[in-house]
Every structure is written in C-alpha cells, then in structure tokens.
C-alpha cells in the first residue's frame, strides 16, 4: 500500500516514478538501493524509504559519499530514528488504529457486509529532523 500510494502521490506531482527500488526491509538493502539511485540520477535530491530500517542503510550510504544534499524521510518512526545521522525525518501512523480498522473490515468481509463505509484516511505524524532540507531547485 505505501508504493500505491507514493506512485500517486508522484505521479499528480508530475515527478519521476522510474527511482523505485524493493529491497528486503533491512538497512543493508537501503544501502544498495541509495547506491542504484544516486548511479541512475545524480541530480535526486530526496530519497523516501518504506521504513526507518531502510533509511538507516540509505544515511549510511549518503554518509559514506558525503552526499549531504540529499534529503531523507521515512515511515514507522521508531525511537532510535531521533538517534541516526543526521536524525531521520519520519512519518508516525497510528498502528492501533490502523489494526482496529482493518479488522473491522475483515470482520465485515467475512460476514458479506458490504465494505462502502470503509475509509483510507487516518491520522499521521510528522517529526521533522535533520535528514531534510530546504529544496534548493
């Protein structure tokens, strides 16, 4: 569901989509795709990562190559985030909410309730840290 909804979000932007990378979750795998993305756009100038593990690799890489233009944001705001270098901008969902709606629909699912009541949206929190920055154009 994230990369559906970061295509859209691109795509009514009107930006690139063709820098997307699967890895396996893990920092190592954040590494190797900031890697691919930097050799096949030397000019991006912010990376989003699927989960704050991810970021950690991509950091790690912009940190080797002393890329420091190049912003980084992230999704599951886990506590350690505050604590990487540069600090990780992420995006906090509310997992219990998001567990008490999908359950309802699989419960509604289940039972044949028609599912037009159901809604995509819920809250978010955004802790802006130091992995981003002004876009400079």
């Known amino acids: ?3 559906v909804g ?7 932007a009107k930006l690139k989509t063709d820098l997307c990378f699967e890895g396996n979750w893990s920092a190592s795998s954040g ?13 991006v100038s912010a990376i989003y990562a699927a989960s704050d593990l991810i970021a950690l690799g991509v950091l790690k890489f912009l940190n080797d190559r002393r890329l420091k233009d190049i912003s ?7 506590e350690e985030s505050e604590f990487y270098f ?3 901008t992420t995006i906090k969902y509310d997992y219990e909410e ?5 359950f309802h629909l699989l419960l509604n699912a289940i039972a044949k309730k028609p599912l037009s009541t159901y809604t995509n949206s819920f809250r978010v929190e955004l ?3 130091d992995s981003t920055r002004k876009y400079k154009g």
């Open 86 to 88: 540069p600090s990780l």
């Open 98 to 102: 998001l567990g008490r709606r999908y």
């Open 31 to 43: 590494y190797f795709m900031a890697q691919e993305i930097v050799a096949k756009d030397r000019k």
């Open 127 to 129: 802790s802006i840290r």
């Open 6 to 12: 970061w295509k859209k979000t691109m795509l009514k």
């Open 72 to 78: 980084v944001i992230s999704t599951d705001a886990m």
């Open 1 to 3: 569901e994230r990369l």
